[in-house]
């Protein structure tokens, strides 16, 4: 028996760099970002009674999303919210160039956002009415936050409306599992052990049925919820968002995740949080959903025991779409308008104090890291060890005196599928200056400007072959140069997970940005 | 010569007995500091308002909150009344005419019997407890995230005390302790028999569960049973069946387009599980006499 092995004999001839725009973006960010830190207010919050009663209306579909490097896939999803709450929504890309061996289209049509001013419909049993069309095709890319309170009742409205963007594709029934809630078999959205799957909208029994799922979460954390009809398929097929539970009297509670509120959970004091739900895409699969994909190199169909991804994600983005920029139609403004609370960019400010000496100063920000995709992910952050206060729904408290710099705190967290881990991060411990050798070439000009490590006025490294040294100049002066705003990566450190399709950076890659 | 109380009482006792279409109940009346509140909103909704006269000690009528501006799972006029306790338990009542009552679906609920009519029950053990009730066009929705303080069973003791609201008192026409009472499951299709004395039956296997779920045959009469699969089913294309009840048959689909028959005469009289390989999917087989 002969073992092949693979070796990389030498460097790859092409270096990537880091893009200008991304840089200068960047930059850009550091500046917003601390104005935006500076009015930052905490108005007063009503508190809601207990027992309230939160409703969803949800409904089940398909479309088209872009990728990060320019292509675009089919996915099935959810889209919908928050009863009440003015709706906008991604709409489906509009694909082209469709590649048969990868599953995946070459060129989009961006089509924006759509809004629905009254918010997301009540589901009509029955026919797809008007104002579900609307909706109908415009699967979102991950599905709506859910948030609530312990002891809330939360009703999710859900009606299934069925493929819509590729009419061709399989009009498969769809659930929603409620994954770490502990209901019972009946209530778990598990077509084969609980209340069957809800048909699409077309000549089916039980098309057109509304379903109401209830539940009232006992236990404050970070959630997911998912269609488990053939899961292998819907989940990697985009069929996923994020569930929040807070604490009674969480400032957050009333606003959901990223509305830079802050909360108590698990007895540790925190003043912002961000969802950040972890997925990888393998192309080939929406190929075969949507009809496009030829088969793998034998001619089979796609099998999910080859699931062998290509893009990785944080809130269904990938960098540098995480910090905000992007090439081709990525829009930042719209794609938040259209995914509140995903944004997986996390800024907090040194200065801030809490009044309680066990509390240092900075902002304490929690990240609630969800691994929604089929592989295990090593998340590790520069600059700073986090605290793990609690996992799956339940407070560590047996692995965290009630002390920053001791306990259970890590910069590389692994995150298998199905786990949730609340993140505890203390801004606090960077300060908010970084000198930089004046004569050295940093992504920080002195005139506040970046320039690309592509700056051929400065010395740079040059590597054995000749080439220039993507890792910038020779270290010749150290006058010192004090930059505000410091920018720290957090990424996957499987590091050919940071890339798209291959290319560094990209993939499962976002900024921590500390603020004044 | 009866008190001026009492006189209103027999006045609105004999208006609710109207709008209700009811006679021969005990009555016993309840004031309800709640129902002025309620009338308030009454122009807005398409329905009567109805409120219980029943509640479980501790919940404060008094304070009610009255959302009237929501729509129902079908996207119908809603009123949401909660009542609470000062400690916090909430009892939430949500009223509405379903535009298609047969296909708004309350996940993972049973079919119970309430003095009304039909209702279903969704008990999640201390998570949750809710009632759908209809009562006449109306469905009520009776739910709390407390079930320590209020139990499936006072759930459906609220639902069968609702009544009109008056600016005075509701009405309870009874005040017997509850039980729920599920209810009796549809009886099994039964498989026709063909001209040639076979029980012919097609058993198919979709994503969602077995269909028919129940079936029944009779004994002594040859049966042949066709099974095949509609849609992704895993470990569903796996069939075990009690033609034998000691000695089950395995029934196995090769592919999406298969089908497997198996003929056997069933002698056993009784109820008796198929399922897939897994026991994910489960169904029942009766044996008549």
Redesign the interface.
């Known amino acids: 028996m002969s073992v092949k092995i693979l070796t990389y004999l030498g460097r790859p001839l092409v270096r990537r760099r880091w893009p200008l725009a991304i840089l200068a973006i960047v930059a850009v960010g550091v500046v917003a970002g601390g104005l935006l830190f500076a009015f930052a207010g905490s108005p007063a919050v009503a508190k809601a009674?207990?027992?309230?009663?939160v409703?969803y209306n949800l409904f089940a579909t398909d479309g088209y999303v872009a990728l990060p490097d320019g292509g675009a896939i089919y996915n099935y999803g959810f889209v919908g919210g928050r009863?009440?709450v003015p709706l906008t929504f991604a709409k489906s890309v509009t694909p082209s160039d469709p590649d048969g061996k990868t599953g995946a289209y070459g060129d989009l049509t961006y089509n924006g956002n759509g809004t629905l001013a009254a918010g997301a419909?009540?589901?009509?049993?029955?026919p797809i009415t008007g104002t579900e069309a609307e909706l109908a095709g415009h699967a979102q890319w991950p599905a709506p936050i859910i948030y609530a309170t312990v002891?809330?009742?939360v009703?999710i409205?859900f009606k299934n409306l069925g493929v819509n963007a590729n009419p061709d594709a399989p009009n498969?029934?769809h659930s929603i599992h409620l994954h770490g809630l502990d209901?019972?078999a009946?209530?778990d959205g598990v077509?084969?052990?609980?209340?069957?799957?809800v048909?699409a909208n077309a000549v089916t029994p039980g098309a057109?049925?509304?379903?109401?799922?209830?539940?009232?979460?006992?236990n404050a954390g970070t959630y997911m919820y998912h269609c488990h009809?053939?899961a292998d398929?819907h989940v990697q097929m985009g069929m996923y968002g994020a569930l929040v539970i807070y604490n009674k009297g969480d400032a957050a509670a009333a606003f959901g995740p990223g509305a830079n509120k802050g909360g108590k959970l698990f007895g540790w004091d925190y003043d912002k949080d961000y969802v950040l739900l972890l997925t990888e895409v393998d192309t080939r699969q929406h190929g075969a959903e949507d009809g496009i994909f030829e088969g793998d190199y034998q001619g089979d169909a796609y099998n999910p025991v080859n699931y062998h991804p290509q893009y990785w994600q944080i809130n269904g983005l990938s960098f540098p779409n995480t910090i905000h920029v992007g090439s081709g139609s990525f829009n930042w403004t719209d794609w938040i308008a259209a995914h509140p609370g995903y944004d997986p960019f996390i800024t907090g400010s040194v200065s801030k104090t809490h009044g309680n000496s066990a509390n240092p100063k900075g902002d304490k920000v929690l990240l609630r890291m969800i691994n929604m995709g089929f592989e295990t992910q090593p998340i590790h952050m520069h600059g700073f060890h986090a605290k793990v206060i609690g996992s799956d729904q339940r407070g560590w408290n047996w692995a965290n005196t009630p002390k920053w710099g001791e306990g259970y705190e890590k910069q590389t967290l692994t995150i298998g599928s199905g786990e949730t881990y609340e993140w505890l991060l203390n801004i606090g411990q960077q300060s908010v200056t970084s000198t930089y050798p004046a004569e050295t070439q940093t992504r920080y000009d002195p005139s506040g400007l970046p320039v690309a490590n592509t700056d051929t006025s400065k010395t740079v490294i040059t590597a054995p072959d000749g080439d220039p040294y993507i890792g910038g100049p020779t270290v010749s002066g150290a006058n010192g140069l004090p930059m505000p705003g410091q920018l720290f990566p957090m990424h996957n450190h499987d590091d050919y997970k940071a890339t798209n399709n291959g290319v560094y950076p990209g993939g499962m890659f976002t900024m921590i940005e500390v603020l004044p | 010569m009866v008190s001026s109380a009492g006189r209103s009482l027999i006045v609105v006792v004999g208006l609710g007995l109207a709008v209700l279409g009811l006679a021969g109940c005990g009555t016993q009346a309840t004031t309800a500091p709640e129902a002025e509140q309620v009338l308030a909103v009454q122009s807005q909704m398409p329905f009567q308002i109805m409120i219980p006269s029943y509640l479980p000690k501790g919940f404060d009528r008094k304070n009610i909150e009255i959302i009237a501006d929501q729509t129902g799972p079908g996207g119908e006029p809603m009123v949401q009344l909660a009542y609470r306790t000062k400690k916090g338990a909430t009892v939430t009542l949500q009223e509405w005419v379903p535009v298609n009552p047969d296909q708004e679906i309350l996940n993972a609920s049973r079919p119970i019997q309430t003095k009304w009519g039909r209702g279903w029950n969704l008990d999640q053990g201390d998570q949750l407890a809710a009632i759908w009730a209809d009562v006449g066009p109306t469905r009520v929705s009776i739910y709390t995230a407390d079930v320590a303080t209020v139990s499936n069973e006072r759930l459906l003791a609220i639902a069968e005390t609702l009544g009109p609201a008056s600016n005075k008192v509701v009405f309870s026409f009874d005040a017997a302790p509850k039980q729920i009472q599920e209810m009796a499951a549809p009886p099994a299709y039964e498989a026709p028999t063909t001209a040639a004395g076979v029980q012919e039956v097609t058993l198919v296997v979709t994503p969602g569960g077995y269909s028919p779920l129940r079936f029944s045959v009779k004994a002594g009469v040859p049966v042949k049973l066709t099974f095949r699969q509609l849609g992704e089913v895993g470990c569903g294309n796996e069939l075990i069946f009690p033609s034998d009840p000691v000695n089950p048959v395995s029934l196995q689909l090769a592919s999406a387009t298969d089908e497997q028959t198996i003929e056997f005469t069933p002698s056993q009289v009784g109820i008796f599980e198929f399922r897939c390989s897994h026991q994910m999917y489960r169904g029942l087989l009766t044996v008549r006499e």
């Open positions: 009674p207990p027992g309230t009663t409703v009863a009440g419909p009540t589901p009509t049993p029955g002891d809330d009742v009703q409205r498969d029934p209901v019972n009946a209530n077509p084969e052990t609980s209340i069957g799957a048909p057109g049925n509304v379903i109401v799922y209830m539940f009232s979460p006992k009809q053939e398929i």
